[in-house]
């Protein structure tokens, strides 16, 4: 039969052109010693003796696989399973290995209150090397899933990423927001919110530029919002519908920023939460996302 287009080369197709902030198909060899690492660390440490985690992970690979492998001595399985994953070029296979290697860990960390807290460690620190590195996949409940599979990374994150980076008049907002998620993978979270905002403000500016709405370069985003809308940025019978838009742009953006982060801590130290920080990036992305497609609808007319 001829005209049917295999899954793999749709997934090419649809996906190949569309920017992200992580990267999918590859892993460095230095993020692979670093899992490596962990996980040795960890199956050495003094409450997990006894359990011979490396020869137990080489059995599972080499019998999932079906690969024919036979070593006389205990240390030859361990070397050849960490060697696996640090020298493969495949990222089925690596991505295979280091759920493997974690799915034994978090198995442990369930069954063993005794061990739960260290497991629970090197499941954190599996996640920030990925997430350091620009690495779009995290460990969560068992499972390395990929972070575009997350349905608001997917329907947001990306598609503003695309919208941003093919309109020159959004470079500084596109910018900001790239530099917002930098700041954000490598735990700079104060930093991360200033850019959210910094971005969500330089698109204002940017579609007021281009509509001829008069503004200053002091203005915030409160009252760079109202400009927007006396204008018409959005249609009526939106706003009419969502009576609530312009409080929650408000509310969003600018007022999660101005509360953690950008201000002096004065005498009690401020700990701004990565879970608020990841919260404050989709906001910004669905914001962008939508203003930016207002405006494309406004050239449209």
């Known amino acids: ?86 020298n493969s070029y495949d990222i089925d296979e690596t991505t295979d290995l280091i759920e493997l290697f974690f799915t034994v860990i978090y198995r442990q960390s369930v069954i063993s209150g005794f061990t739960r807290s260290i497991c629970e460690k090197a499941i954190d620190e599996l996640n920030y090397r990925l997430k350091a590195a620009s690495i779009g996949y995290e460990f969560q409940q068992g499972e390395l899933i990929r972070i575009d599979n997350k349905f608001i990374h997917k329907e947001a994150v990306k598609p503003v990423l695309q919208v941003l980076s093919n309109d020159p008049i959004y470079e500084g907002a596109n910018q900001e927001f790239l530099s917002a998620h930098a700041h954000y993978r490598l735990g700079n979270l ?79 130290i401020r700990v701004v939460d990565p879970h608020l920080v990841s919260y404050m990036l989709h906001i910004t992305a669905s914001n962008l996302l939508f203003l930016a497609e207002c405006n494309q609808k406004l050239r449209a007319n």
């Not at 197709?13 to 690492?37: A, F, K, L």
């Not at 579609?207 to 009526?236: H, M, S, Y």
């Open 190 to 268: 104060e930093e991360s919110l200033t850019d959210c905002l910094k971005s969500f403000e330089s698109l204002l500016k940017a579609i007021c530029t281009e509509r001829g709405w008069e503004f200053k370069d002091g203005f915030n985003a409160q009252r760079l919002i109202n400009i927007v809308l006396e204008n018409g940025l959005i249609p009526d019978y939106l706003q009419t519908q969502f009576s609530s838009f312009k409080g929650m742009l408000e509310s969003g953006v600018p007022t999660i920023r101005n509360k953690q982060g950008g201000h002096g801590q004065g005498v009690e």
């Open 1 to 86: 039969m001829f005209g049917i287009e295999l899954r793999s080369a749709r997934i090419k197709r649809t996906s190949g052109n569309i920017q992200d902030v992580y990267e999918y198909d590859e892993i460095p060899q230095n993020v692979r010693v670093q899992i490596v690492n962990i996980a040795d660390k960890l199956f050495s440490h003094e409450r997990m003796h006894g359990h011979n985690f490396w020869p137990k992970i080489y059995d599972v690979y080499k019998h999932e696989k079906g690969i024919l492998h036979k070593v006389r001595h205990e240390f030859e399985r361990v070397d050849w399973i960490k060697s696996q994953l640090i």
